[in-house]
């Protein structure tokens, strides 16, 4: 039996193990692409599955990163091809041609976007549904099928949470209300990340960060996006290193927070 010990806090604290949920319009794909921004969360591997990537077009920045190739994005057709990917971060360099191709430097930072959108398309083709086909009678997932996306999506995370990377999972956000009384409107009691099954409470116990972006802290141009944690990430962010706020929050930013460094 081989015990590994941790060497120290500053080791523990070394990559980004984040999942981060948001409505549409919170500026999700703005925040993953912001790891471009600096050279220790520098170069990006951008894994986009119906994620709103053409909203990186307004900023020179990101477009600027991907004609350096330090943003790369790679377009999902399904699940299955993230077992490529996988393979090919966990290996390292020299064990894909196509892929040392299009990653001259070995990527610092990995980002998955939309785990939502993403699983929905899988419980579908589990279900026995032809991916991509517009006209068929859709046929709906049955028990067994939940066992199986549960242990698809927990094997996900706990994967690519422990590649010597920055990982960072983006998703939509699920609304809880309160119970309803006649002639008020529904009291939101909280946020979470939409998953369907127990996916959605047992995913996001693999990061150690959680975040929700809030579209109202979103200055005039559009720039800057609300970081508040909810009732889930007050109980999953551990080091105790992030506030309960941050205006304008980026990837490099809180990888820094989370090392203790300003």
Request: aromatic share 10%.
């Amino acid at each position: 039996m081989q015990i590994e010990t941790v060497e120290s806090m500053e080791e523990m604290a070394k990559y980004l193990r984040l999942l981060v949920y948001g409505e549409p319009g919170t500026g999700k794909t703005w925040f993953c692409a912001s790891a471009v921004l600096d050279e220790t969360t520098s170069p990006v591997m951008y894994l986009n599955y119906h994620g709103q990537i053409t909203s990186l077009r307004s900023n020179p920045k990101y477009i600027k990163a991907m004609d350096a190739g330090r943003l790369v994005i790679l377009t999902l057709g399904n699940y299955n091809e993230l077992n490529r990917i996988y393979s090919w971060l966990f290996r390292g360099a020299g064990s894909s041609a196509n892929l040392d191709k299009l990653f001259p430097v070995f990527p610092k930072t990995v980002i998955v976007d939309s785990i939502t959108e993403l699983q929905r398309a899988e419980v579908l083709r589990i279900a026995g549904n032809t991916p991509g086909k517009f006209a068929q009678e859709v046929l709906p997932p049955e028990i067994q099928h939940w066992g199986r996306l549960l242990n698809e999506f927990t094997l996900l995370a706990d994967l690519f949470y422990h590649l010597p990377m920055h990982v960072v999972f983006a998703g939509l956000e699920a609304v809880d209300f309160g119970t309803r009384e006649v002639g008020k409107p529904p009291q939101v009691v909280g946020y979470r990340l939409a998953l369907q099954g127990q996916a959605q409470r047992q995913f996001p116990a693999y990061a150690l960060t959680l975040m929700r972006l809030d579209k109202a802290a979103r200055n005039a141009k559009g720039y800057n996006v609300g970081y508040t944690r909810s009732s889930m990430a007050k109980t999953k962010e551990q080091s105790g290193m992030l506030p309960e706020k941050i205006p304008s929050p980026s990837i490099p930013l809180l990888a820094k927070m989370l090392r203790g460094s300003k």
